[in-house]
């Protein structure tokens, strides 16, 4: 299993950060040792000091390809959540500033959460994807599928010309402006609709 990840793929975050809108889809990638379990405690980094949530659409890969052409890349995903790509922003600053890669700062164990798994529907494929982050009860992000600058289908389509997908695939999908950080107890809950998908304490 494989976590990609987008960067930069809402231009309100990408200026939030100083970053210049990309051209092209920007992905890394997680290990799957990234993926926090279910009933598992989630703690606060010791290597950082500076933690912060990303709040994303998270896909989930149902059918294995390579080279997807976008019009046919809606059919290899089926399921959506919302999750965090928690980042050691203090830890990015320093990686981005040498020019070195990210992972110190973003693939870590447990820095990428998921909630629970709905799935797509017809009618659901063509409705943006509307989401939130509440920390301590108070909404902190607020997203919308149809501010993303690159699509899903753009998105699977650019993937899958570097890299095989793999049915369990996860892609998280970018993050909207409002990232912030987070500290020990907070409680970070994850929104689609009104509907909550996870609740998560930071220990
Ligand atoms: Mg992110």
């Known amino acids: 299993m494989k976590i990609f990840c987008v960067g930069r793929n809402y231009a309100d975050h990408a200026k939030e950060l100083g970053n210049a809108v990309p051209e092209e889809p920007v992905i890394f990638m997680k290990p799957k040792s990234a993926l926090l379990q279910p009933n598992t405690p989630f703690y606060y980094p010791q290597f950082s000091n500076e933690l912060h949530y990303e709040a994303e659409v998270v896909l989930r890969i149902s059918k294995n390809g390579k080279y997807v052409e976008e019009p046919a890349a809606a059919n290899y995903y089926d399921a959506f959540t919302i999750g965090i790509d928690f980042t050691a922003r203090d830890i990015q600053a320093e990686l981005k500033k040498k020019g070195l890669p990210w992972e110190k700062a973003k693939a870590w164990d447990n820095s990428a959460i998921v909630g629970k798994w709905m799935m797509f529907t017809p009618d659901l494929r063509k409705q943006p994807i509307v989401?939130?982050?509440?920390?301590?009860?108070?909404?902190?992000?607020?997203?919308?599928?149809?501010?993303?600058?690159?699509?899903?289908?753009?998105?699977?389509?650019?993937?899958?010309?570097?890299?095989?997908?793999?049915?369990?695939?996860?892609?998280?999908?970018?993050?909207?402006?409002?990232?912030?950080?987070?500290?020990?107890?907070?409680?970070?809950?994850?929104?689609?609709?009104?509907?909550?998908?996870?609740?998560?304490?930071?220990?």
């Open 131 to 203: 989401f939130s982050l509440q920390k301590n009860k108070e909404t902190v992000q607020s997203g919308n599928t149809a501010d993303m600058i690159f699509s899903f289908d753009r998105i699977v389509s650019h993937i899958s010309q570097y890299f095989s997908i793999n049915i369990g695939d996860l892609i998280y999908t970018g993050t909207p402006a409002g990232v912030g950080e987070c500290v020990t107890d907070d409680v970070l809950e994850g929104y689609y609709g009104s509907e909550k998908v996870f609740a998560l304490e930071v220990k």
